[in-house]
């Protein structure tokens, strides 16, 4: 039975990774590992909590001594790496837990699997997550490739583009077994609602206003969270040592755009006026550093490996207004608390 550590599995991908390759492989032993930050949360995997081939391990990557024991005892095959801190507005207010977490979290894990592989790779592999937001903003033309040059603006993407730096560094100085991919924005269900759409979702539900950073205007590539699992599982076991994937939807939408369907879409749904909810549309200052356009080119992933997008937009916002919605006390549970706190400072200036 090989040994698969998973780390941040009770995060918004994490779960969504964990479900997909618990109940794909029982021959695999699943291991997460979390710290259970403000955005983990084991509610996010009710349903496949007592499978036999699936362990929850509370712990933090920062803490170098532990993790160093936990490779030791666990003999891991291999390593998907999701734990972070992910949030941009956070890293603007608060940049050193993301070099805690994203930087040194991910040298200890480095660390801790060569040195427990020591120079027997066979068979083994250390899969690092990332983003697209290593590769900085684009203008009006053009798309993020395999081999655009990193240019981080904000303090969570330069964390990000550090941890991906280390990751080749191990492979190209000792050799460990590596694999990296960079994905656009996802969504879907189990997404902390500080994010673009699950907090609009909360907020037109609750007719609270909907803070609009700037003009709107700033461009994303949504991917639904489910093809980034069916990815992460194909470039885990099919991806080459050393190579790096992007991933993403094909599927650019200028902020504005998105927020007014979904406004459409949660009229038709709560039963309101058409129009009512885009009156909540409210433009707030622009976010610092804010990255104007962001799309992936997933071309190689699909020549290569076959992967590509399963679901068309207008169908995933669909499921995913449906899934909060019909979901509200997962969203009370996340919204109570520290929450409230730091939606207050967050938005008090804007
Ligand atoms: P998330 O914030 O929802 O979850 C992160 C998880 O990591 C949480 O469960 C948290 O408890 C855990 N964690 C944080 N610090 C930890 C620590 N020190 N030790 C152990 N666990 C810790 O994040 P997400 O949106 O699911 O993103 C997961 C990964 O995917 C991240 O590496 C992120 O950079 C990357 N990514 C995210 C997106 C996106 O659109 N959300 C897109 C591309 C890449
Ligand atoms: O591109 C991948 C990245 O996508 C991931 O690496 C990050 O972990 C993930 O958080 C996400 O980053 P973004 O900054 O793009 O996502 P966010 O949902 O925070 O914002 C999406 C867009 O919406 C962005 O242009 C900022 C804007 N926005 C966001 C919030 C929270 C607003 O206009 N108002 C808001 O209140």
Redesign the pocket.
Known sequence: MKTILI??????????VIRLFVNKYPDYKIVN?????????LN?LKDIENMPNYEFVK?????EKFIQELFEERQFDGVI???????VDRSISNPT?FV???VI?TVNLLNSAKHVWKDNFDGKKFY??????VYGSLGDEGMFTEETGYDPHSP?SAS?ASSDHFVRAYLDTFGLPTVI???????GS???PE?LIPLFIHNIKNNKPLPVYGKGENIRDW?W?AD?ARAIDTIYHDGKIGETYN?GGFNEWTNIALIKVMCQKMDEKLGREKGKSEKLITYVKDRAGHDLRYAIDATKIKNELGWEPSLQFEEGIEKTIDWYLENEEWLDNVTSGDYQKYYNEQYKER
Do not use: P
Request: net charge negative; hydrophobic share 30%; with cysteine.
């Open positions: 780390t941040g599995g009770a995060g918004f991908i994490g779960s969504h590992l979390d710290k259970l930050t403000y955005a983990g949360n996010n712990g933090d990557i920062v803490d790496h999701l734990a972070a801190e992910s949030h837990e805690f977490t994203n979290g690092h997550i990332s983003t697209d937001e969570y990000k991919s960079n994905c656009s924005n996802n969504y189990f997404q902390f994010k991917l969270v980034h991933i």
